[in-house]
Every structure is written in C-alpha cells, then in structure tokens.
C-alpha cells in the first residue's frame, strides 16, 4: 500500500497498522514484545499497563450505594435509573427517599388531602391533578359555564361587590399592620433605657 507521499506501507500483523516497508521488521519486534491487544476494546495497550487498562477501563465497578458490582458500560444508567438505593423524590411532597422505599411512601403521601381553594373541598394529593382540570370552582370551568348559563351579577345588591370568601380583606390586613406597629412603637418606648446621667 503507498501512503499520500508515495511511501510504500505494510499492515503489521500484530497491531493492524500501516507501517512505513523500510520500518517493518523493526516494528514488528517492538509491537510483539512491548504491545498486546485488548480483548475487550481492541485497543493496543503496553503490556506492563495491561491489567491497568482492565481495571480502569473494563472492570466491574461496585455500586457505592447498594453494593453490588456493575459494569462499566451500564454503571451511569445503574446509578441514574436502576439503583433501588439511588435518591428520588416524592411526587406529592418533594422528598427526597431511596428509589425502593418510593412506592410506599407515595401510596400513603399521595393519600394526605389539601383543600382546594376553588371549591373548599377537600381532595386526596394523588387525585389533585385530575381535580384542578374538572373543579367546580376553577377559572377555566367558570368561564365555560358563563357561556352557557348566566351568572348572577356579583354584589350584594347594594351597589358594592362582593369580597372573595378565599381572599383576607384589605381592612383586616391594615388593622393587623396598625396594631403590629404600635406595639413596636410601645414595646420601643417601654423598654428604651434612660441615660444614666438622670
């Protein structure tokens, strides 16, 4: 075979690479003396490095987390996804547990129930998903009903409307910051020392 240069070539047997033909007999005794193909990898490693490359390349690695030994290839996904030891975290409540203990948790976690805000009820964790979609008392829901049946004007009939059953009223909040501030204001007062000149 000759090269881009016209340099004649010549495959060597051992590590199948195209050796310049003036260099072949010299390479072929390095090669077979100092080279060994992996079985694995087919890579040419020295042979003092051998088990080297094995270890670090090729060699079962145990699992930090359930102890059992992996190869190489599979261990990222082992870790990542098959693991029953490997973290996860709850759906319903964000924590985070062992991938085995998971199906157990989340049956009874998923079983707590929140109240929805849109129709004071009560609804199971698990169902909330599903609920929101369907709700009574959802934004989405009222706007489709109002299309179809009118809904009564909102207010108390005196010109006023209507404060939301969910939300606190603006006068309780300012009442809550005014008694907040007095009390700093007093407690400042009262526990304010006197100078010691007096």
Do not use: W
């Amino acid at each position: 075979m000759a090269t881009e240069t016209g340099e004649i070539t010549i495959v060597c047997n051992h590590c199948d690479r195209d050796i310049p033909a003036p260099n072949i007999d010299l390479h072929r005794v390095h090669c077979a003396r100092n080279l060994e193909k992996c079985k694995i990898c087919g890579d040419m490693v020295p042979k003092r490095h051998a088990e080297e490359h094995f270890s670090n390349t090729h060699a079962p690695v145990p699992c930090s987390m359930c102890k059992e030994t992996i190869d190489r290839e599979v261990f990222n996904s082992h870790t990542e996804e098959i693991c029953p030891k490997r973290m996860v975290t709850c759906e319903f409540c964000e924590f985070p547990l062992p991938a085995v203990d998971l199906a157990e948790h989340q049956e009874v976690c998923g079983n707590r129930t929140e109240l929805c805000y849109q129709c004071n009820s009560y609804v199971r964790l698990r169902e909330m998903f599903n609920h929101e979609t369907k709700c009574p008392g959802s934004v989405l829901n009222n706007v489709e009903s109002s299309r179809r049946v009118p809904r009564p004007a909102e207010g108390d009939g005196n010109g006023r409307r209507r404060r939301g059953g969910n939300g606190v009223s603006n006068k309780r909040l300012f009442f809550t910051i005014a008694i907040t501030g007095i009390a700093v204001l007093v407690g400042s007062l009262f526990f304010q020392r006197k100078p010691e000149g007096s």
